[in-house]
């Protein structure tokens, strides 16, 4: 892993969240994680997210009042700069200064200020710094309870090859053969054993829209987490189904003007807050 280690990014939780009070905090995870086909990595499996959905949700959750920890793919889209990918043809050189005068580029970066002490940047790189790194974050949340919220927009590959079968050097292209492996699915482990009272979001994102509904419900008997987003991969941005163990809401986008996961968490933070009065009438 680059920089620093995952125990480095995980002490850093524990200190962000030392002085933390009774305010809810957001765990969400972005971006595609990388599959190497070589100890010494030169190529590797990869997927096509940039991270959009991660990096737009945690925007409304810190409008909303959450604090947010951002574990994202590293160089994948981040909240606030995900709006200005030509940010070099933005600025102009006045008095040996760069500046800008456009509205939307000043505005986010205010808002990235009032909230840079309110959201902590964790990157990852490969599956196995992924994996590794949200099981030792989720433990360092653990007593927060349901203060908790854990929102998985991260694209976790589904295959990858084990460490002993890897070659060292580079893959010679005229002895391919890929060795490849399911990936372990933690995310029951996560809800069972690390993170039991916190509320947790997975993400179902699939071609065939006939069985989108029961592989969510699948994930959700499987895992005993609290709502999977649906949506189709031509369809993402538009509309949405969350669905949890008793229904199913559809999120259109009718406004084009909006984004869609402005509504995604307005809905996901009115069930949070029913899980946290739900826990203070029992205690």
């Given at each position: 892993?680059?920089?620093?280690?995952?125990?480095?990014?995980?002490?850093?939780?524990?200190?962000?969240?030392?002085?933390?009070?009774?305010?809810?905090?957001?765990?969400?995870?972005?971006?595609?994680?990388?599959?190497?086909?070589?100890?010494?990595?030169?190529?590797?499996?990869?997927?096509?997210?940039?991270?959009?959905?991660?990096?737009?949700?945690?925007?409304?959750?810190?409008?909303?009042?959450?604090?947010v920890i951002f574990m994202h793919r590293e160089s994948s889209l981040l909240p606030f700069s995900r709006h200005f990918p030509s940010l070099f043809n933005m600025l102009q050189v006045e008095d040996?200064?760069?500046?800008?005068?456009?509205?939307?580029?000043?505005?986010?970066?205010?808002?990235?200020?009032?909230?840079?002490?309110?959201?902590?940047?964790?990157?990852?790189?490969?599956?196995?710094?992924?994996?590794?790194?949200?099981?030792?974050?989720?433990?360092?949340?653990?007593?927060?309870?349901?203060?908790?919220?854990?929102?998985?927009?991260?694209a976790v590959s589904d295959f990858y090859i084990k460490h002993d079968d890897l070659p060292t050097h580079k893959m010679k292209t005229e002895e391919v053969s890929l060795p490849l492996s399911v990936?372990?699915?933690?995310?029951?482990?996560?809800?069972?054993?690390?993170?039991?009272?916190?509320?947790?979001?997975?993400?179902?994102?699939?071609?065939?829209?006939?069985?989108?509904?029961?592989?969510?419900?699948?994930?959700?008997?499987?895992?005993?987490?609290?709502?999977?987003?649906?949506?189709?991969?031509?369809?993402?941005?538009?509309?949405?189904?969350?669905?949890?163990?008793?229904?199913?809401?559809?999120?259109?986008?009718?406004d084009k003007t909006k984004e869609i996961e402005e509504d995604i968490i307005g809905n996901i933070k009115e069930r949070h807050s029913d899980l946290i009065a739900n826990a203070g009438q029992a205690?």
């Open positions: 892993m680059h920089g620093k280690s995952i125990g480095e990014h995980v002490k850093s939780v524990e200190s962000f969240i030392k002085d933390f009070g009774n305010e809810r905090i957001a765990l969400v995870t972005s971006g595609g994680t990388q599959v190497p086909l070589e100890k010494n990595t030169v190529r590797f499996i990869d997927n096509f997210s940039m991270g959009t959905r991660g990096a737009t949700s945690a925007e409304y959750l810190l409008a909303v009042g959450y604090t040996g200064k760069a500046v800008s005068s456009d509205a939307k580029l000043i505005d986010n970066i205010q808002k990235a200020t009032q909230c840079r002490n309110r959201i902590l940047f964790v990157p990852f790189v490969t599956l196995s710094d992924y994996i590794h790194m949200l099981e030792g974050i989720c433990t360092v949340l653990k007593p927060l309870h349901e203060g908790v919220l854990v929102y998985l927009a991260a990936v372990p699915k933690n995310l029951q482990r996560l809800v069972e054993n690390i993170v039991p009272r916190a509320f947790v979001v997975s993400f179902k994102l699939e071609t065939d829209e006939s069985i989108l509904v029961e592989k969510a419900r699948k994930a959700l008997s499987r895992y005993g987490h609290q709502l999977v987003v649906a949506n189709m991969l031509h369809t993402r941005k538009e509309h949405v189904v969350l669905v949890d163990n008793e229904k199913e809401i559809h999120i259109r986008l009718s205690q």
